[in-house]
């Protein structure tokens, strides 16, 4: 094969796998840190019922990495159009390595979240309990 | 990132791509599309489902309310099931002279990874839900005023599997194929 051949029409594929990363790790992400925290908030809520609502924080948190996976993703996925600007195997590359940049980051915040939200949210639940028998 | 180092010579893993039909990559995405989420709501259901029965032994008024964890679970593969329906409808036959064109490429792309996004959101989507759904469950049958807030977050949850479907969409209005020849 001659060097007139150019990758330059498979340059999608890894422009939209990039846009699938992203949103695909994130969504895992954030699925972790909503299910860890989730639990953790049902085991505390049977002690303290009235605590429930404020620990609902570690799953807002968890939940929008999920939207910053889809904006990646959207943004990614209209940016590949060929016929108005011609996407060269450089670009797709980079949609790629932006992609996994955003989808791994929030996988690992999504793992943050669970891992310290269900922690802290068990301890608040005794802190609360220790400090209001201390005013008593 | 390609095997050949020679100036000018472009990556090989775009010379094994450009070999491979699209309709090929088209196929497995909506295979994916349905398969994977179903798996993901399957998963769900399983998990909710049997702590579920387990905890109705002893509390048998939790039965009816908590039919809503399994609902959600079961929402995900019927997410997976419409975009499989939507992403078939994009296919369209092109003459055998354009199956390898730059467009026809990059529709067999969009296809395929607006499969893997639906797939793969809804199985991480679904195990989300029924694992909350589960522990719903379990504090329901401890105390009745827990479950509409542990519902709370599992409506969050659920919203993983929506995010995966906004984008498949999205991603697969680009599959355009070549235009026939009149």
């Known amino acids: ?136 | 990132m390609s095997g050949s180092v020679m100036l000018g010579e472009s990556s090989s893993w775009s010379r094994a791509l450009v070999k491979i039909s699209p309709y090929t990559f088209s196929a497995i995405g909506i295979a994916v599309a349905i398969g994977v989420s179903v798996l993901g709501a399957a998963w769900g259901i399983y998990i909710t489902g049997s702590s579920l029965i387990g905890a109705a032994i002893k509390a048998p008024r939790i039965t009816s309310k908590n039919l809503i964890s399994v609902i959600f679970c079961e929402a995900v593969a019927i997410y997976g099931v419409i975009v499989a329906i939507i992403l078939q409808t994009k296919l369209e036959s092109v003459p055998a002279s354009q199956i390898y064109a730059p467009e026809s490429l990059r529709a067999g792309y969009a296809i395929f990874a607006s499969g893997i996004i639906v797939g793969f959101a809804n199985l991480v989507c679904g195990l989300c839900v029924g694992i909350i759904g589960s522990s719903c469950a379990l504090s329901d049958a401890q105390n009745s005023s827990l479950f509409v807030k542990i519902l709370v977050i599992e409506i969050f949850g659920s919203a993983l599997g929506l995010f995966g479907v906004i984008v498949g969409i999205i991603m697969s209005a680009q599959a355009s194929w070549p235009a026939k020849p009149v």
């Open chain 1, 1 to 136: 094969m001659s060097s007139a051949f150019s990758g330059d029409e498979t340059a999608p594929f890894f422009g939209f796998l990039g846009a699938a990363a992203a949103l695909v790790f994130s969504c895992m992400g954030a699925a972790y840190g909503t299910a860890k925290s989730g639990v953790g908030v049902a085991s505390m809520g049977v002690m303290r019922p009235e605590l429930v609502m404020k620990s609902i924080v570690p799953v807002v948190m968890a939940g929008v990495l999920g939207i910053y996976g889809l904006i990646i993703a959207v943004i990614i996925s209209t940016g590949i159009n060929p016929k108005a600007k011609s996407y060269y195997l450089f670009d797709g590359y980079a949609h790629l390595s932006s992609g996994l940049a955003c989808g791994l980051a929030g996988l690992s915040a999504g793992m943050a979240i669970g891992i310290v939200g269900d922690a802290g949210v068990r301890y608040f639940c005794h802190i609360f309990f220790i400090s209001f028998h201390l005013l008593i």
